[in-house]
């Protein structure tokens, strides 16, 4: 069985043994429940990626605080034979269905991508159910008003910024580019872009959900779902209620919106997310790079396919985004 369909079928389990009142009014004990799952699936996803990593090719700052608190911390990635020459750069947006994860169990293939010739950095955020929507929008946004700050120090090139993020981190990131190049809606939302439109390169978005609309989708995916949506939101109609509207990136894009390359797997529940997405995007006009397999393709290919490294899919994928970022920035560091 594959290995993230286990971990959710695990979690469905512990959801429908003991404390079922605790989980009917509260999305505490399940996040609890399912984060615990996840941030060791994660920590194993990490570990396997480090034989891919080109250590001694590698430069690193590590939990560089962009806000006060231990939540709000990123790491800097960079070939060692960079020096000071600013360097295109990919800032990822961890996933972990916004109640678990962490940039330390991404680190690898941080690393890994910043060996092709990139300024890599990976970024943390306040996690559900202790914060809420629109926390770590806002958090994520003021990460990058830090680098856009203090880019000649890291290694960042302020006018080639790429925006990333695997899962629910590919949802903030999407949300992110949406802020910066359409000003009705970041008016709307009152949250304001410290980037310009002109700095943002592209985006890079894996295995993500853009439309909590979509999140009413049959058999056991729908319930897990459901609950990390409602710890994300803090509210049980997050498809209907007016404050978390916005989440919904898919509704908000524009012609503006940067190009993008856009994947997910043929067995991940989250495919149909980004397929529309991908015809959205397209249908304005926007340039994207779609990477998407039949639906009968062997080995199916689960949800956060692309970390498994050492697979053809998950090798074509990296060698897809490394010459995608390079085509819309430009000045890559050549080994």
Known sequence: ???VLAIILGV???????????FRWSPWPSALVIRSMFDREGMRVNEALAPHVLADEIS???DISYLEGEDTRLDVFRPLSAENVPLPTVVWVHGGGWISGDKDQIANYLRILAARGFTVVGVNY???PEATYPTPVTQTMAALDYLNTHAEELGVDANNIVLAGDSAGSQISAQLATLITSPAYARDLGIAPTLEPRQLAATVLTCGAYDLSLADVPG???SFLKTVLWSYTGTRDYADDPRTAGASVLNFV??????????????????PQSEALATRLDELGVPVDALFYAADHEPALDHEYQFNLGTPEADAALDRIVAFVDAHTGARLQK
């Open 1 to 3: 069985m594959l290995r």
């Open 12 to 22: 469905l389990l512990v959801l429908g043994l003991g404390t079922w009142a605790a």
């Open 60 to 62: 690193e700052q590590l």
């Open 126 to 128: 306040t996690i559900a």
């Open 220 to 222: 056991a995916f729908s």
């Open 254 to 271: 524009t012609a503006d919106f940067p190009a993008s390359f856009i994947t997910a797997g043929n067995a991940d529940a989250l495919l």
